[in-house]
């Protein structure tokens, strides 16, 4: 279960009983705990909790790696049983874990029930579960510790103003977490979405994608929404959908259909869940004031069009939320005092949204758009009035900013109030008030510059902004070093790298190569910011070359930094010259061989075959054979043909650029019937003849032809020769053995 809440603190208790038994949670006891936990037992408790914090940091029964968090066990309801209680100061913005651990004396029947509360509230994780019913996975809480601050910064087609997110946050003095794009459904494939999308997340902020299908919601294609899915996913961070916002309205394609508008939403929902788990849905109708606005009354406006329930990938609904304006609407050109608080909690038919849905529904809620201006005053007609002047527009709105943007009043009001965007733009529209009607007016909604009172209310720290992301670290070549020489042609790059930003990826650039500078070989990772040591492969290098390589961090928020180009020199190759006599039964004057000879290196020290071995050469007439590219070391030297090794030639150093000579003595064929495989025939040869000598009977041993059972050449059958056919057995071709 995913909960997100707002506060200082964290709370969160268990509550067990025995076999079924329910225990009603009191919260004022919790929080009478929360900073005096002295009190301790020894009794019965079903399960015991082990918290991760979203540094990694864990707090359990045995300790705490938390600074300041406290593990209790206290009877928290007055039953006589100890219960579990943690509490977390300084709460950080993430994922706190919860595993929940049964304790050894724990039924299955026993159950438990786990809350947590924060600035007096309380949420309920886990209620009356049993013990054979504890989730493999952690109960997941998502903490907001503050309000993030968003805003929409123009630059649609019905847009007067534009303004770029760099001008926007030095003009406010802070980055802001949330940017707002308007995004048709039927427009889902167009790249400069994601391109945007990119561009938030590059600036360490977090895109909102109002996603309206403006053909209708019964022409959505469900094609365009996987798609969009897809691309969010990609963009591999935190993006809010707002489906079809201000659907209790009447002036939109999708209003005033709360049946169909659920139905859709759901199925959206659905799509984002399960192709990207990184998208926030969030249903975010208007204010209810006026509802139905001249279209059909279908309730109080809001629970309607609630999308109720679970699917497949959890509940559809991520966030709640709300859009609303301050328009002067009683032409008193003041802002009521209040009346932020108002469009909140004293909606039509007294539908306290805040309570109904943030509460009610266990939500965070946000603002998707919000913001001021004083119509009133303005020379159009029919409501012609002498205009505000600049200032007095200026002052209208900062009264109005000063209630939205109050940390006494998010913090003891709604807590649960975890983001809001501003409507920082000018455009051209019709505005109604009391009495009047303004058409086609020009409505500046943009945050005053002078006296810019939102900059001043957004520094407080319980505003939560971007946090500026910090570019990768240098990748810094550890080996080879720079200008080596001698390098082996099998060499790894290795470098240090890493993020000083905790929770970012970085992925690394490889450039390799001969030439200067050198060319994109490719890219690796993702890794995490803490892996700052990183390994890769060159492959197989040419001797006596010089090689080219620069490495390119670029992190999840596609912030690079490049490193110098580095050069090394390989090795000069070494080369072996070997030779090798033979012996053929069919045919022993013959000094060819019929396959190629394997000639395989073992490290003299490990017995360990080189990774580069083996190598392949042919004879000559004389049995002589040649082969290069080898690996500077000692070695001990086999060869063979098919799969018989020869006697190894042992510790034979190589050095580079020289050439070392080894001589394998002689190998002699070990299939006496000439039928290229070593099998029964051979072996009914040397078993039905064993212990014969040549010397004893010269007239058998040539009439029989035993001495092509003499493997050894030794002018008898013993022990020798029947080894020689038992190691070979089942090989096929001509098969050798190594003899002086």
């Known amino acids: 279960m995913l909960s997100k809440i707002f506060g200082v603190a964290l709370v969160f208790v268990v509550i067990g009983s025995i076999v079924g038994e329910h225990k009603e949670i009191r919260p004022e006891t919790i929080y009478s705990w929360a900073w005096d936990l002295l009190l301790g037992g020894a009794s019965y408790c079903p399960v015991d909790l082990a918290i991760t914090d979203p540094d990694g940091l864990v707090l359990n029964k045995q300790g705490s790696e938390i600074p300041g968090a406290i593990y209790e066990e206290i009877d928290i309801d007055e039953d006589g049983e100890l219960d579990d209680l943690f509490a977390i100061p300084g709460r950080k913005t993430g994922d706190y874990l919860i595993q929940v651990i049964p304790e050894p004396n724990a039924l299955p029947e026993d159950t438990y029930s786990l809350e947590a509360a924060v600035n007096g509230e309380t949420i309920v994780l886990a209620e009356d579960v049993q013990i054979s019913d504890i989730p493999s996975e952690p109960y997941v809480f998502n903490s907001i510790p503050g309000c993030y601050i968003g805003a929409y910064l123009g630059c649609g087609s019905d847009d007067l103003s534009c303004e770029n997110i760099s001008d926007f946050n030095q003009e406010m003095g802070k980055n802001h977490a949330i940017f707002v794009r308007y995004v048709d459904v039927a427009d889902s494939e167009n790249l400069s979405h994601f391109e945007w999308a990119q561009e938030i997340k590059d600036n360490g902020a977090m895109p909102m994608c109002i996603y309206d299908p403006w053909d209708g919601l019964d022409a959505i294609n469900i094609s365009d929404v996987g798609y969009f899915a897809s691309e969010c996913n990609e963009l591999n961070t935190t993006v809010f959908i707002v489906f079809g916002h201000e659907m209790n309205g009447l002036w939109y394609p999708w209003g005033n259909a709360p049946d169909n508008y659920t139905s859709k939403f759901k199925e959206v929902a659905e799509i984002f869940h399960e192709n990207a788990p990184n998208v926030e ?15 059909t009354d279908y ?16 509940e559809y609904v991520d966030w709640v939320g709300l859009n609303f304006y301050e328009k002067d609407w009683d032409e008193d050109n003041l802002v009521p005092p209040d009346m932020f608080v108002a469009n909140i909690r004293n909606g039509q038919d007294s539908a306290d949204f805040y309570e109904m849905f943030a509460v009610g529904k266990n939500k965070p809620m946000l603002i998707a758009e919000m913001g001021a201006f004083d119509p009133n005053k ?5 409501g012609e009035r002498d205009p505000l002047n600049e200032a007095e ?13 109050n940390v006494t009043t998010l913090q003891e009001e709604f807590p649960r109030l975890n983001a809001i965007c501003y409507f920082h733009v000018s455009k051209t529209e019709t505005i109604d008030t009391q009495s009047h ?11 005053p510059e002078s006296p810019n009172v939102y900059e001043n209310l957004i520094s407080d720290p319980y505003f939560i902004g971007a946090e500026a992301n910090s570019p990768p670290n240098m990748p810094c070549g550890s080996s080879p070093a720079n200008h080596a020489t001698g390098v082996s042609t099998d060499v790894n790059l290795n470098w240090t790298g890493g993020d000083p930003d905790v929770g970012d990826t970085v992925n690394y650039t490889v450039y390799f190569g001969t030439s200067s500078p050198p060319p994109f070989r490719e890219t690796i990772g993702p890794y995490a910011a803490n892996q700052t040591s990183i390994s890769y492969s060159s492959g197989t290098l040419s001797y006596n070359s010089t090689y080219y390589w620069q490495i390119a961090a670029t992190d999840n928020h596609g912030a690079s930094t490049v490193g110098p180009v580095r050069e090394f020199t390989t090795q000069q190759a070494t080369t072996l010259e070997g030779h090798v006599g033979f012996y ?11 396959t190629p000879l394997v000639v395989r290196f073992f490290d003299n020290a490990t017995g360990i075959e080189a990774g580069w071995s083996p190598k392949y050469a042919t004879t000559d007439a004389y049995g002589n054979f040649t082969t290069d590219s080898i690996e500077p070391g000692t070695y001990d030297i086999g060869i063979k043909n098919y799969t018989t090794h020869s006697k190894m030639v042992n510790g034979k150093v190589f050095t580079p650029g020289n050439t070392t000579a080894a001589s394998f003595g002689t190998l002699v064929e070990a299939d006496c019937d000439d039928s290229d495989k070593t099998d029964a025939a051979d072996y009914s040869r040397v078993l039905n003849n064993y212990n014969v000598r040549k010397i004893a009977d010269p007239t058998f041993w040539a009439t029989y032809d035993l001495w092509k059972a003499d493997y050894t050449r030794d002018e008898k059958i013993d022990a020798s020769d029947f080894s020689a056919v038992l190691n070979n057995y089942g090989d096929r071709g001509d098969i050798f053995y190594y003899t002086h």
């Open 437 to 447: 009607s303004f058409y086609d007016i020009t409505a500046d909604y943009r945050i």
């Open 584 to 594: 053929r039964a069919e045919d022993p004057g013959d000094p060819t061989w019929e």
């Open 378 to 382: 303005d020379p159009t007609a029919p």
């Open 393 to 405: 527009q200026a002052e209208f709105k900062n009264e109005w900013l000063e209630q939205a943007y």
């Open 299 to 314: 309730g109080d406006g809001y629970s309607e069009y609630y999308p109720e329930g679970t699917g497949t990938y959890g």
């Open 281 to 295: 849905m969030c249903w975010v109708p208007n204010q209810n004031w006026g509802y139905p606005w001249g279209g």
